[in-house]
């Protein structure tokens, strides 16, 4: 079983900064594939950014194109997500997700483990 547990969350300005950190207790966390999802009051879970257990391949939702970067530190068992210019939009519980030998899904569906989430809250 693997646990994964998100770091990071927080209350910001808009366009400030944030690092989402996800920390596996799994110590090959490094074949796994790590997606991030945010769920806001009164919405579904939605996809945020994703990364294939290689490292090789990211991917993100059009929304946070260009102001979040997702990465991972193998060294460290943990993968990173850097959001900047955040928008109010943005203000959501932020979830880690692990998929063993993905290749970075958008679909919840795909990941095995979850961490119970962080909040991130960005005001106007």
């Known amino acids: 079983q693997v646990q994964v547990v998100e770091s990071g969350g927080g209350l910001v300005q808009a366009g400030g900064s944030l690092r989402l950190s996800c920390a596996a207790s799994?110590?090959?966390?490094?074949?796994?594939?790590v997606g991030w999802f945010r769920q806001a009051p009164g919405k579904v879970r939605e996809f945020v950014a994703a990364?294939?257990?290689?490292?090789?391949?990211?991917y993100y939702t059009d929304s946070v194109k260009g102001r979040c970067t997702i990465s991972r530190d193998s060294a460290k068992n943990t993968v990173h997500l850097q959001m900047n210019s955040l928008k109010p939009e943005d203000t959501a519980v932020y979830y880690c997700a692990a998929d063993r030998l993905g290749s970075g899904s958008s679909s919840p569906s795909e990941y095995d483990y979850w961490g119970q989430g962080t909040q991130v809250t960005v005001s106007s």
């Open positions: 990364i294939s257990w290689s490292g090789h391949s990211t």
């Open positions: 799994e110590r090959t966390f490094s074949s796994y594939a």
